[in-house]
């Protein structure tokens, strides 16, 4: 069985069965790697690591809580502007790059 047999349906409960074209996904996931991976982690949830040098321990992206505490709006103004010891990301990301890391994000508690 093919992984994407798997994990399609998976992402088409989460986006409303409006699955994302793979190819979407791939740049998502790079995007994430790039800008937010270095302090919070590849799986969201090894912020730990990046706290000896922060003012904060990085929050756990893979968790549910926070992941319904946030909209996907609150997302977006959090990369953009940070947040506490959170830096901003707005003027190194486009539009497309924080519309792909919250769908990225919104993947981190099935991962
Ligand atoms: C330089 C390290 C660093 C980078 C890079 C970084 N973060 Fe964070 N992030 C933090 C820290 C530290 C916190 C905890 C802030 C606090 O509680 O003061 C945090 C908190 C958060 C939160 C929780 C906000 C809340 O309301 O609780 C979210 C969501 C988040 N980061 C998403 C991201 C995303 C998405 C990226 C990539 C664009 C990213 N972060 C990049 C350090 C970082």
Same mark, same amino acid.
């Given at each position: 069985?093919?992984?994407?047999s798997l994990l399609?349906?998976?992402? $088409?409960?989460? !986006?409303?069965?409006?699955?994302? %074209?793979?190819?979407?996904?791939? @740049? /998502?996931?790079? =995007?994430? &790697?790039?800008?937010?991976?270095?302090?919070h982690g590849p799986?969201?949830?090894?912020?730990? $690591?990046?706290? !000896?040098?922060?003012?904060?321990? %990085?929050?756990?992206?893979?968790? @549910? /809580?926070?992941? =319904?505490? &946030?909209?996907?709006?609150?997302?977006?103004?959090?990369?953009r502007h940070g947040?506490?010891?959170?830096?901003?990301?707005?003027?190194?990301?486009?539009?497309?790059?924080?519309?792909?890391?919250?769908?990225?994000?919104?993947?981190?508690?099935?991962?």
């Amino acid at each position: 069985m093919r992984a994407s047999s798997l994990l399609l349906p998976t992402l $088409a409960l989460l !986006a409303g069965c409006n699955a994302p %074209p793979r190819t979407q996904l791939q @740049r /998502a996931e790079s =995007a994430y &790697l790039r800008a937010c991976s270095g302090c919070h982690g590849p799986r969201g949830d090894t912020g730990a $690591a990046a706290a !000896a040098r922060l003012a904060r321990t %990085p929050a756990d992206l893979s968790d @549910r /809580a926070l992941q =319904a505490r &946030l909209s996907d709006e609150e997302l977006k103004h959090v990369i953009r502007h940070g947040r506490g010891a959170m830096p901003p990301h707005g003027a190194n990301l486009s539009e497309q790059d924080v519309e792909l890391i919250v769908l990225w994000v919104r993947t981190l508690p099935l991962r």
